[in-house]
Nanobody, 130 residues
């Protein structure tokens, strides 16, 4: 079974930066649509970005464009989320997710929902103070 593990969360001051990592293991199949989500208490889980494991450009939710960026290291089955200009509103549990896919990720609404992803990490907490 595929395992997904996030790391890199912590507490930062508003305006600061943080970089999260997400490693996937347990399968030789490496064609995945991978994604970053976050969920604050009392809120729905929301997608932040998606990226294909093999090629292509990331998708970003409008609210994080210009502040967050996703990169990948395909050889290590690892993706990253660089978060800059953090705000208190960014405080949430951040999750890494993936689904098997032989084609690149799409930006269709149905493909951005949490239920379209099969593999999930346990989450890493990000807290931004003012």
């Amino acid at each position: 079974q595929v395992q997904v593990v996030e790391s890199g969360g912590g507490s930062v001051q508003a305006g600061g930066s943080l970089k999260l990592s997400c490693a996937a293991s347990g399968s030789s199949y490496t064609n995945y649509c991978r994604a970053w989500f976050r969920q604050a208490p009392g809120k729905e889980r929301e997608v932040l970005a998606t990226i294909y494991s093999r090629a292509g450009s990331p998708y970003y939710t409008d609210s994080v464009k210009g502040r967050f960026s996703v990169t990948r290291d395909s050889a290590k089955n690892t993706i990253y989320l660089q978060m800059n200009s953090l705000e208190p509103e960014d405080t949430a549990m951040y999750y890494c997710a993936a689904r098997n896919s032989d084609l690149p990720c799409t930006s269709r609404w149905a493909d951005l929902r949490p239920q379209s992803f099969d593999y999930w990490g346990q989450g890493t907490q990000v807290t931004v103070s003012s």
